[in-house]
């Protein structure tokens, strides 16, 4: 039986366990399909070389929480695999480190995700014995895909080489006795959150743990920012001593040598923070790591309002403070009684970005309300954004738009003909009087005959 048959027994089990069973601990088999790579060895993460052949990994005895759906499931059987089955299987004991989020690797399949698994040639950080040296080392990561977990392993293997011949040489693999390659697990780095997304100002943790075997002492933790080409020191602990080179990042050394929990703390985020961390844990032995991606976003504020009411109406739907770039904005239009109708004759402003790196950017539209109006609304969508962000206005029709017009039009003339009337009367007066004025300076120059007659 393939490890399809075996996701297809376990899905069954699941769909017919009991819901009210008890929860306990159980030991399972985590069955996984892989490709191991023979190049491009390396100390640690995901290799680029794609010279690599199938193999099978099948950790041992995993501890797992059980609800009553593991009922019926069995342990893999080495001889039960089909004929088509991956070249090389790996056989993997965990009795020494604890394999966190095992449940998600078994239920991978079942939970219509999938599961990236690559075994590479493991170099080790320090030369202890020379018992050592007749070991091989393998690091194994695995990634639940839909932003599931991510772990990484490093496996040594058991007793020296039984039977180099059966798989091709340049493989050059001890097999056990039924053809396997029998590994124990030393030391793993996991992270639960692979990528995270916060809004800009607020607080921000970053999950990365390990386990390792007993005998390993911890010596470092490290974590690095990467982002746009160029890499920086956030954060490091060395020996009991941490130093924080990012205003703020914190890590519980309580936490990280009784618990292994390396996670890291950063309050007050801003769009700097955005990138690629690097959580590294070196131990006497080993060194492995976890990359989680750090996406600060910040929403947008959206204002819609009126302007040129009397003329041609324009409408301005104003979109500030938001990141990352990529932003919607449609218009609608619905009359009374109506549905809302998609506009499309928009127009954008230029692209601003503030100093803290946030972009706005307006939206403009010259509306057409008809003769009883309209209401416009401005939809704006953004990955920040639960939901999008409506705002709407109703525009009032051209009648009502000009009515104001009209009124101060004839005010107007009323004014000018009262002023006209005041003027014709005013003149009319002052020639009155200056035809008083005038005859009453003529009348003593006359000769006196004149004035008789």
């Known amino acids: 039986?393939?490890?399809?048959?075996w996701c297809l027994l376990f899905c069954l089990v699941l769909s017919g366990a009991a819901d009210t069973a008890e929860r306990q601990w159980r030991a399972v088999d985590v069955v996984l399909d892989c490709f191991l790579v023979e190049e491009g060895k390396h100390h640690g993460g995901f290799v680029s070389d794609k010279n690599?052949?199938?193999a099978l990994l099948v950790?041992?005895?995993v501890p797992v929480l059980d609800d009553g759906s593991l009922e019926g499931f069995t342990d893999f059987q080495v001889g039960t695999l089909a004929k088509d089955s991956p070249l090389v299987t790996f056989e993997a004991s965990v009795n020494l480190v604890q394999i966190p989020h095992a449940k998600a690797l078994l239920h991978a399949d079942c939970s219509e995700k999938e599961v990236t698994c690559e075994i590479s040639h493991y170099f080790l950080q320090a030369r202890q014995e020379a018992t050592v040296e007749t070991k091989t080392w393998f690091i194994t990561n695995m990634q639940v895909s839909g932003g599931g977990p991510s772990v990484s392993i490093v496996m040594k293997t058991l007793g020296d080489a039984e039977n180099r011949a059966v798989l091709p040489p340049t493989l050059d693999l001890p097999l056990g006795p039924q053809g396997t390659v029998l590994t124990t697990v030393a030391f793993q780095v996991t992270t639960h959150t692979p990528s995270l997304n916060f809004l800009l100002g607020s607080s921000a943790s970053l999950n990365c743990s390990f386990s390792m075997?007993?005998?390993?002492?911890l010596t470092r933790v490290e974590w690095r920012l990467q982002h746009k080409g160029h890499g920086q020191l956030v954060y490091s602990w060395t020996t009991g001593q941490?130093?924080?080179?990012?205003?703020?990042?914190t890590l519980d050394p309580e936490q990280l040598l009784m618990a292994g929990d390396a996670s890291l703390n950063l309050p007050s985020l801003t769009l700097k923070d955005e990138g690629a961390y690097i959580c590294q844990i070196t131990t006497s032995?080993?060194?492995?790591?976890?990359?989680?991606?750090?996406?600060?976003?910040?929403?947008?504020?959206?204002?819609?309002?009126?302007?040129k009411k009397a003329l041609a109406p324009t409408l301005i739907c104003n979109i500030a403070g938001y990141y990352p770039l990529d932003v919607t904005v449609t218009w609608t239009r619905e009359e009374l009684g109506g549905a809302p109708v998609p506009v499309s004759d928009t127009s954008f402003s230029s692209l601003r970005q503030s100093p803290e790196g946030t972009y706005s950017i307006s939206s403009f539209l010259k509306a057409e309300p008809g003769p009883a109006g309209a209401t416009y609304t401005c939809q704006v969508t953004h990955i920040s954004l639960e939901e999008p962000i409506k705002t709407s206005t109703w525009v009032a029709p051209p009648?009502?738009?000009?009515?104001?017009?009209?009124?101060?039009?004839?005010?107007?003339i009323f004014l000018l003909a009262l002023l006209y009337l005041g003027l014709q009367?005013?003149?009319a007066t002052s020639s009155k009087v200056c035809q008083d004025s005038k005859a009453s300076w003529v009348a003593p120059l006359l000769p006196q005959s004149k004035k008789k007659e």
Request: aromatic residues 6%.
């Open 285 to 307: 032995l080993f060194q492995a790591q976890q990359i989680i991606k750090l996406h600060v976003q910040a929403s947008p504020k959206v204002r819609l309002s009126l302007v």
């Open 399 to 412: 009648e009502q738009r000009t009515m104001p017009f009209g009124v101060l039009f004839a005010s107007s």
């Open 1 to 5: 039986m393939g490890t399809k048959g």
């Open 52 to 54: 690599a052949v199938k």
């Open 242 to 249: 941490g130093q924080a080179k990012r205003q703020g990042a």
């Open 59 to 61: 950790l041992r005895q």
């Open 213 to 217: 075997a007993p005998g390993l002492d």
């Open 425 to 427: 009367r005013w003149q």
